[in-house]
């Protein structure tokens, strides 16, 4: 084949221009090789046409469904404060039943349980700051008791609900704090375990050193203790050798 | 008279679903047939079409018309195809029943046709899908593309994001392998033109 396969391809697939296309036909008409080729293409191509998919049913149709209703959103304040006020409920029940004293004073946190105290002293400091009652009229009394007993009914069905959806959540978060609390622990043992480690290794430090240290002096001492000896065996010696002489020497 | 497709894909951008469905009936089978050649299973194919008609619904807005919706269409339905070789890992199959119902081909024939013509025809099919999902992927597509969907050289390298020249050549050694393997098959002697 003589012709680009650029051209050749263009050819088969009638994608010439006029031009082109008769110049490739008179070349054809005299090249056999290229004339072999078109023809061997082109019976290929005859052969693809006979490979067809199956003919499946598909009926395909794009459907709008109806959108799903949205679950009811909490109130905002529900969530976190809805929390809080639960928790510091929880805190105060607990606290309650336990007598847990918390006061922080000049000597420090103080955190007492048990029932040291009586009951009534607590009730009796809580009373100190509310107005006393009976300075106010009888009507406005009344007044006052029937919104605080509607307060009250509020304050109870408002921590009823919270107080309903706190074990769910509360187990959840029970688990994330042990979760947390775990990986807490651990890393602080992790922690002391590598103070532990440098420490250690400092102090074999400081013990070898302090033996070698140690080791020399108490081989200068020897050092000192066998010169001192030698000088003191010296002079012994010295004056041994005198008396001798001193002795052999007798005038007769 | 029929609407045409920029027609259709116009009032379906406006929210009329019913002129997206006939766009749908207008594409079904030739974007299942296309997954199908690349592809070789029906059950991927017609999961692959399903899938490109509803991307299209959901992408239609982005559609400006810079090309034929047919070839969004084709652009579509090629990539979940490339998605689907990645995914399996593995490549395209010619698939074809083992065994042959004559019952059901002689239902079926017509009636200028025997059985026996039948069946060579369906047998030629295959030996053909076969020698098809042995090609390179890119001379495959490229050659369903061409011969299939009569996509011009210039929409095929717009398609495929390659030069004019790369979709020429992939087609020539394409269909240069394919005839020696149907020669090979003895498809061309037993079956030729």
């Known amino acids: 084949m003589c012709e680009s396969?650029?051209?050749?391809?263009?050819?088969?697939?009638?994608?010439?221009?006029?031009?082109?296309?008769?110049?490739?036909?008179?070349?054809?008409?005299?090249?056999?090789?290229?004339?072999?080729?078109?023809?061997?293409?082109?019976?290929?191509?005859?052969?693809l046409g006979r490979w067809s998919p199956p003919a499946p049913d598909l009926g395909f149709e794009i459907i709008r469904t109806p959108a799903a209703p949205l679950p009811a959103?909490?109130?905002?304040?529900?969530?976190?404060?809805?929390?809080?006020?639960?928790?510091?409920?929880?805190?105060?029940?607990?606290?309650?039943?336990?007598?847990?004293?918390?006061?922080?004073?000049?000597?420090?946190?103080?955190?007492?349980?048990?029932?040291?105290?009586?009951?009534?002293?607590?009730?009796?400091?809580t009373?100190?700051?509310?107005?006393?009652?009976?300075?106010?009229?009888?009507?406005?009394?009344?007044?006052?008791?029937?919104?605080?007993?509607?307060?009250?009914?509020?304050?109870?069905?408002?921590?009823?609900?919270?107080?309903?959806?706190?074990?769910?959540?509360?187990?959840?978060?029970?688990?994330?704090?042990?979760?947390?609390?775990?990986?807490?622990?651990?890393?602080?043992?992790?922690?002391?375990?590598?103070?532990?480690?440098?420490?250690?290794?400092?102090?074999?430090?400081?013990?070898?050193?302090?033996?070698?240290?140690?080791?020399?002096?108490?081989?200068?001492?020897?050092?000192?203790?066998?010169?001192?000896?030698?000088?003191?065996?010296?002079?012994?010696?010295?004056?041994?050798?005198?008396?001798?002489?001193?002795?052999?020497?007798?005038?007769? | 008279m029929p609407s045409t497709d920029e027609e259709l894909v116009a009032l379906s951008v406006g929210g009329d679903l019913d002129s997206f469905n006939q766009l749908v009936l207008r594409w079904e089978r030739p974007i299942y047939a296309l997954a199908y050649r690349v592809l070789g299973r029906e059950e991927d194919a017609r999961d692959v079409a399903q899938e490109t008609f509803l991307r299209a619904f959901r992408a239609l807005k982005?559609?400006?018309?810079?090309?034929?919706?047919?070839?969004?269409?084709?652009r579509i339905a090629l990539n979940l195809c490339r998605d689907w070789i990645r995914r399996e890992r593995r490549a395209p199959v010619s698939q074809v029943p083992e065994g042959i119902d004559i019952a059901e081909l002689a239902g079926e024939a017509v009636s200028s046709e025997s059985i026996e013509n039948r069946l060579a025809r369906q047998q030629l099919g295959r030996v053909v899908g076969h020698a098809m999902s042995a090609l390179p992927e890119e001379q495959r597509t490229a050659i369903i593309l061409k011969e299939y969907h009569g996509l011009t050289f210039q929409e095929i390298a717009e398609l495929l994001d390659c030069p004019l020249s790369t979709v020429k050549t992939r087609l020539y050694q394409g269909l240069t392998v394919l005839r020696r393997q149907l020669r090979d098959a003895g498809v061309e002697s037993t079956f030729g033109s």
């Open chain 1, 73 to 125: 959103s909490r109130p905002a304040w529900g969530g976190l404060w809805g929390l809080a006020a639960a928790a510091v409920l929880v805190l105060a029940a607990g606290a309650a039943l336990a007598h847990i004293e918390v006061r922080y004073g000049a000597d420090g946190l103080v955190l007492r349980t048990g029932w040291a105290q009586t009951p009534a002293a607590a009730v009796t400091t």
């Open chain 1, 5 to 47: 396969k650029e051209l050749l391809v263009s050819f088969l697939y009638d994608e010439l221009a006029t031009g082109e296309r008769q110049a490739f036909e008179r070349h054809l008409a005299e090249c056999v090789a290229c004339r072999e080729e078109v023809d061997g293409l082109r019976s290929t191509q005859r052969q």
């Open chain 2, 62 to 74: 982005g559609f400006k018309g810079q090309s034929k919706f047919s070839s969004w269409l084709y």
């Open chain 1, 127 to 252: 009373a100190v700051q509310t107005p006393a009652p009976a300075a106010l009229a009888p009507a406005a009394w009344a007044q006052q008791t029937e919104a605080l007993e509607r307060r009250i009914r509020d304050l109870e069905a408002s921590l009823g609900a919270q107080a309903k959806a706190v074990p769910a959540q509360s187990d959840a978060e029970d688990r994330a704090v042990l979760r947390r609390v775990s990986a807490l622990v651990a890393e602080s043992e992790a922690r002391q375990q590598r103070v532990m480690t440098t420490h250690l290794a400092r102090l074999t430090q400081d013990i070898d050193a302090r033996r070698k240290l140690d080791l020399a002096l108490i081989d200068q001492g020897l050092m000192r203790v066998q010169s001192q000896s030698g000088a003191e065996i010296r002079q012994s010696r010295d004056l041994a050798q005198r008396m001798y002489r001193a002795t052999a020497y007798q005038p007769k």
